[in-house]
C-alpha cells in the first residue's frame, strides 16, 4: 500500500494568515494527489484534485502543488470556516489511502 | 445536484454481517464509480471499497475477504455487506461518488451513519 503522511498533525493560525500543510506519498504518486476539508461531525469536502486543480466552488484561496511523492495545500488569507481537518489522499493505485489529517485550529 | 443517503443498522452484533445500503438521488448508479469510506471516532479515513454498475468491484485488501459490494439500478442504490464485525468495525460510513472513474476522487458524500459494534 501507498503511504501517506501529512505534516504537522496539527497547527494552529490566526484570521488572515496563510498556511501550508504538506503530504509525502511513500513512491511516486505522479499527481494523483486530492485534498480534503472535514468538519466536525461532517462529511470530507474534495478541495483540491489532480495536485493542483481547484473543485468547482472551492474558494481560490485554496491551492495546490508537488508532484512526485511531495505535496502541499496552501490557505491564504485565513477565514474562520476554514478552521477544519484536512486529508490529502492518493488516486495512483489502489487500495487509495488517505494521510492521517491535519487540524487546523484558531 | 446528486444526493447521497447512507442506511443502516446503527448496532451490530459481534461476529454478524454489517449492511448499509447508499441512496442516490439527482444522478444515475450508471454515471460513475461509488465507494465507501469508513472512519472510527477520533480518527482518520479508511477506503473500503468501489462498485460500477456493471458490476465491477475492487475493495481494500485489508477488509477484502469480508467485504461484499453490489448495486441495484432499478433503485438507484449501491449496498455494503461486512462480515464477521468486531469492535474495529465501529465507525462511520460513508458513501461517495468517484469523480475519477475509479481511482478516487470523490466529490460528492452521504452525510455518513455511525455504526456501533457491539453486545
Known amino acids: 500500500d501507498i503511504q501517506m503522511t501529512q505534516s504537522p498533525s496539527s497547527l494552529s493560525a490566526f484570521v488572515g494568515d496563510r498556511v501550508t500543510i504538506t503530504c509525502r506519498a511513500s513512491?511516486?504518486?505522479?499527481?494523483?494527489l486530492n485534498w480534503y476539508k472535514q468538519n466536525p461531525g461532517k462529511a470530507p469536502n474534495l478541495l483540491i484534485y489532480?495536485?493542483?486543480s481547484l473543485q468547482s466552488g472551492v474558494p481560490s484561496r485554496f491551492s495546490g502543488s508537488g508532484s512526485g511523492t511531495d505535496f502541499t495545500l496552501t490557505i491564504s488569507n485565513l477565514q474562520p470556516e476554514d478552521f477544519a481537518t484536512y486529508y490529502c489522499?492518493?488516486?495512483?493505485?489502489?487500495?487509495?489511502?488517505f494521510g492521517q489529517g491535519t487540524r487546523l485550529e484558531i | 445536484q446528486v444526493q447521497l443517503q447512507e442506511s443502516g443498522p446503527g448496532l451490530v452484533k459481534p461476529s454478524e454481517t454489517l449492511s448499509l445500503t447508499c441512496t442516490v438521488s439527482g444522478d444515475s448508479i450508471s454515471n460513475f464509480y461509488w465507494s465507501w469510506i469508513r472512519q472510527p471516532p477520533g480518527k482518520g479515513l479508511e477506503w473500503i471499497g468501489y462498485?460500477?454498475?456493471?458490476?465491477?468491484?475492487r475493495s481494500n485488501p485489508s477488509l477484502k475477504s469480508r467485504v461484499s459490494l453490489s448495486a441495484e439500478t432499478s433503485k438507484n442504490q449501491f449496498s455494503l455487506r461486512l462480515s464477521s464485525v468486531s469492535a474495529a468495525d465501529t465507525a462511520v460510513y460513508f458513501c461517495a461518488r468517484d469523480a475519477g472513474t475509479g481511482i478516487g476522487i470523490f466529490d460528492s458524500w452521504g452525510q455518513g451513519t455511525m455504526i456501533t459494534v457491539s453486545s
Open positions: 462498485i460500477y454498475y456493471t458490476g465491477s468491484t
Open positions: 489532480a495536485a493542483s
Open positions: 513512491q511516486n504518486i505522479i499527481i494523483y
Open positions: 489522499q492518493q488516486s495512483h493505485r489502489p487500495p487509495i489511502t
